[in-house]
């Protein structure tokens, strides 16, 4: 049996858990995870500095809990994998050190892992996916098409040129006036809306390379409130409606471009999986949509359970554990030595996109 602790503290989630691997068979023996929705509600948007300090007040006993629910103690964990990286550094930092301060004080190995790479496996957790496959992840800080070939064996077929997918939810909502977080409450607002009242542009649709566009349609979305200003409850849940249908619209056509490019790339492959992962993942409108499409194209869809889309720390033990399977695992030198990355591509061989920045995307 392998028995790996997982801790993740990338953005405003503070997790731990505790997964084992026994002859074939995974386990997620504990899963605790604590928000801070509460914390950051009244900015509209999460804080990195509040962010930080509140992984400092509640990881000590966040990993105690998941210790303690799975039945067991520092003396039987095989190895400590914890989020490096990308994310907001500040609780990076938190993470990343608590985890190396246990495993040398318990003697484990520390295993420093990619937040993205994470997401990218569950599937194999959850479901028991093979290699390869090919992963949309759609969250707050990132909006990705990845082909998935093997644990380390990854390539990034599309990325967004500006705002992630779930930062243009949250943005939209905060213009509407909407409390955060912005994806829940616009797909809230949007069940009352007319979705034809407005008429917002599809980003990027046409295009033949799958990449992803939100900041025009999230400028659209301002033009169109303030035109009509004061906003009336029927007014913001037309707009967000309309706001909806358009996103999922153009992730379809997007993702269907990348769908015909894996059907080219593995013909012989007779089900082929879509994995959706990540926050957005769990709009039913967008689920919904991408399930249609997968059902036309030949696909297997595969999504989570949403407590595993959303940031959880039993995605980073289950990547320490297929790590260690595949023996990708660091030295313990180069794992202690781990600097955290804001910025950590999954693929590092895609080079960064026109519109990413001058730093390159954020991963």
Aim: glycine content about 10%; charged content about 20%.
């Amino acid at each position: 049996m392998i028995r790996v602790l997982g801790i993740e503290t990338s953005c405003d989630e503070t997790a731990a858990s505790v997964v084992t691997f026994d002859s074939g068979a995974s386990e997620i023996r504990s899963n605790v995870v604590l928000s801070q929705i509460a914390e950051h509600a009244a900015f509209g948007g999460v804080v990195p500095e509040i962010a930080a300090r509140a992984h400092v007040e509640a990881l000590d006993g966040i990993v105690e809990a998941a210790l303690a629910d799975a039945g067991t103690d520092l003396s039987e964990i095989d190895a400590v994998a914890a989020t490096a990286g990308p994310g907001l550094v500040g609780g990076l930092i938190v993470g990343l050190m608590t985890a190396k301060a246990i495993a040398a004080a318990a003697g484990k190995p520390l295993l420093a892992i990619n937040h993205l790479e994470g997401h990218a496996l569950t599937a194999r957790l959850t479901d028991g996916l093979e290699f390869p496959y090919l992963l949309l992840l759609v969250s707050g800080g990132h909006t990705q098409i990845v082909r998935v070939a093997g644990v380390g064996d990854y390539q990034r077929w599309a990325t967004t040129v500006d705002d992630a997918l779930g930062e243009a939810f949250d943005k939209t909502a905060k213009m509407l006036g909407l409390p955060y977080p912005g994806g829940p409450n616009v797909e809230k607002a949007a069940e009352k809306g007319d979705a034809a009242r407005f008429t917002f542009p599809r980003p990027m649709k046409g295009a033949a390379q799958p990449d992803f566009s939100f900041s025009g349609l999230k400028t659209a979305v301002r033009q169109a409130a303030s035109a009509i200003a004061p906003l009336t409850d029927r007014d913001v849940a037309d707009i967000c409606a309309s706001f909806q249908a358009a996103v999922a619209d153009a992730l379809q056509d997007r993702v269907r471009r990348a769908l015909e490019r894996f059907r080219a790339e593995f013909p012989d492959m007779k089900a082929p999986a879509l994995v959706v992962a990540g926050g957005v993942a769990a709009n039913r409108t967008i689920k919904a949509t991408l399930e249609a499409l997968c059902r036309d194209a030949g696909f297997r869809f595969v999504a989570p359970p949403l407590k595993l889309c959303t940031d959880n720390a039993a995605m980073i033990a289950w990547a320490g554990i297929e790590r260690l399977r595949a023996g990708l695992a660091d030295t313990d030198d180069d794992a202690f030595a781990f600097v955290p990355r804001s910025r950590w591509p999954l693929d590092g061989v895609s080079t960064p996109v026109v519109g990413s920045g001058r730093r390159g995307a954020k991963a």
